[in-house]
């Protein structure tokens, strides 16, 4: 009898998974103190996002808050991540998102202070990615500049995404990276994927520097 | 009075062993998000492999199929990793494997792009590989070309075991490692003993470069 | 009807996050062997800290003693970490200071040896310290030379500190990492904060010796 | 009534705190595939030593087994640890050593090929060893000759040690780390101080070369 107008609850299977990605990302490093943030989509108007300052490795239940798509809070009483805004973009970009994983290892943070975009080719994980048959490919992640307003960095992925160079993931420089898929497993699978192939791009330039060629 | 037509069930404690295996590399790094493949021989003409698309971390009872050893499926209903006919040709090739694990690592993965075999010398490690006693012996691992056509990758590794250079392992460029044992354990011993001194060799490639020898 | 003249107990919950402090650096490599040493603030004149030649990642409920803001063991028939005269120091300086880790990492005691301060600039992470509020910052660690006389040393950081130069955190040289907050989980986070920065840096400079910028 | 004949049980303390070890050792990465032995006194003629081509990660009480100290079987049908000589040969030497622990990491094996000694110099963690007192000092870890004759390696060891240089711990070339204690937490102790400092000296050793001093 009730007309919805509440957004849905937090479905205990979706934080579940986040909760879950957050003790394994935490265990490899990838999300100190209390850097990154997690979100699922609810429906076509809202997502469920970590609230502000938690520690990623020790998340509970409680630790999500529900927001609409222009970041607005649904919860009373509740902080969203400081990056609601970035996850929204993409939620907005493209209905078939659904769950936004934003991470910080150290290579992938090293590599971003020194390239304004990663290369990965011919490395057959790349297969990890939507329409990715082969390893004969190359992918490229972009870097964005850090800006501490949200807002505008959040325009700025979201032009060069609208210019049709729709990037599987991107780093901000100096800071991490994002990364995304229609399920939290699936986005799950491309941090792992990424933050392998980022690890293998730092070893490799630390190794092609000494001349190391057969 | 049934005459066997079906192959053996797959042993409860061969899957046990690749569920344990899976969780044990990928807390180290060596399965990222779906990378990798398991098998266990069921008997002369069929094995048991992980189906297609899981995470190796997080193996159930339920991620194992049966297939021949032209990688044929006996159950109906499952699709088998697509590298399964690289598990065949290793069961065909030799009597004695009973089990085959494809692991992805950050060490091998860099060697792998830079080198067409890896030259692994002098480490008492290699003990490990059969016949080898000492170590005063060299293992040369091969490095073939990666190749999504994965019938035409089996005949290229077929053909280079069949000019009797029969290695203990081998690399598939930007891909990974396929090792092998009579067992899971023994071939997840060697599993590790080539991690180690991949990783042993990728630090020894970078500090050598730099002179830094007595 | 007891004049308060003990010590106030150490509370569960804070024996309890410094355990779990522990074990989670053990995992990460932080505190080796016994190094290390960790504390809570009990009240204006007294701390609990962890007693002397304990395994950090293995802490029970009865590795930890009171002493007063001097040093001065409160509890009989136990002995307090050597460096409990830093923890003091640190206490005394500001009253806000709630909890003080010690931790022992590869990459923050390789930088301490040949820098004498580490310069942290522009990473997002370093929001994680009071009063920064954007990546456009840089945070300068100083590095105090090693000093077995700990009173002597806590001196040399008590003038330091005094000069108005108070740092978020110090290394000491070859020796490790201090650093604190007003609860153990803030401290820990900045522990987790730092040691991740230390490692970037590390790679960083291991990259940038190579030439390998764009 | 009978005559003490027999050498003394395995303490199942004893077991079981090798058996941790083990574990530790493992998700650390030092002992691969089924590299390492570990043992423990049991008295002035007999000691307990992991039976041979046993994971180290993976102990049960069932592996261990009693031998003299000139390494003879005291258990009938099992077969100790290659390398149970180098074991006998430490608890020959000196009385008060009650733990041997043997491991395999990549940065020692990787140091111990390039290096006849390694000199650790000026950090706090070396006071972990008996008589040292302060970081102003250097500990020499010898690097022997690996040799399959584990009973001519074990005269070698012992020439060494009776010359009046007895180390603290050494390194066999490519194989790995012979450490002890009086306990088995004093020798694993050791271990995580020695490997933490095998790993601060490969990267100083890759940073150094860079030029990367300020």
Redesign the interface.
Same mark, same amino acid.
């Given at each position: 009898m009730t007309k919805r107008t509440a957004p849905p609850k937090i479905p205990p299977a979706g934080a579940a998974a986040l909760i879950a990605a957050g003790r394994a990302f935490h265990?490899?490093?990838w999300v100190?103190? #209390?850097?990154g943030n997690f979100s699922i989509r609810l429906d076509a108007k809202a997502l469920a996002v970590t609230t502000s300052g938690r &520690?990623k490795g020790e998340l509970g239940k409680a630790d999500f808050m529900r927001v609409d798509l222009d970041g607005r809070a649904l919860d009373a009483g509740k902080r969203a991540s400081a990056e609601t805004l970035l996850h929204c973009q993409l939620y907005r970009h493209a209905g078939g998102i659904g769950a936004v994983l934003h991470t &910080?290892s150290?290579?992938s !943070?090293?590599l971003s202070? #020194? *390239? $304004?975009s990663i290369r990965l080719e011919? =490395?057959? +994980?790349l297969k990890?990615f939507e329409g990715i048959? !082969? *390893? /004969?490919t190359a992918v490229e992640v972009p870097v964005f500049e850090?800006d501490?307003d949200i807002a505008r960095l959040s325009r700025v992925v979201d032009a060069h995404m609208k210019t049709g160079k729709v990037p599987h993931a991107y780093l901000?420089?100096? &800071?991490?990276l994002y990364a995304w898929g229609r399920t939290v $497993?699936e986005a799950r *699978?491309?941090v /792992?994927?990424l /933050?392998?192939l980022f /690890?293998?791009e +730092? =070893?490799?330039? +630390?190794?092609?520097? !000494?001349?190391?060629?057969?």
């Amino acid at each position: 009898m009730t007309k919805r107008t509440a957004p849905p609850k937090i479905p205990p299977a979706g934080a579940a998974a986040l909760i879950a990605a957050g003790r394994a990302f935490h265990a490899r490093g990838w999300v100190p103190a #209390t850097a990154g943030n997690f979100s699922i989509r609810l429906d076509a108007k809202a997502l469920a996002v970590t609230t502000s300052g938690r &520690h990623k490795g020790e998340l509970g239940k409680a630790d999500f808050m529900r927001v609409d798509l222009d970041g607005r809070a649904l919860d009373a009483g509740k902080r969203a991540s400081a990056e609601t805004l970035l996850h929204c973009q993409l939620y907005r970009h493209a209905g078939g998102i659904g769950a936004v994983l934003h991470t &910080h290892s150290p290579a992938s !943070t090293v590599l971003s202070r #020194t *390239h $304004d975009s990663i290369r990965l080719e011919g =490395y057959e +994980l790349l297969k990890i990615f939507e329409g990715i048959r !082969t *390893h /004969e490919t190359a992918v490229e992640v972009p870097v964005f500049e850090n800006d501490q307003d949200i807002a505008r960095l959040s325009r700025v992925v979201d032009a060069h995404m609208k210019t049709g160079k729709v990037p599987h993931a991107y780093l901000i420089r100096g &800071h991490g990276l994002y990364a995304w898929g229609r399920t939290v $497993d699936e986005a799950r *699978h491309r941090v /792992e994927a990424l /933050e392998f192939l980022f /690890e293998c791009e +730092l =070893y490799e330039r +630390l190794s092609k520097s !000494t001349g190391d060629r057969p």
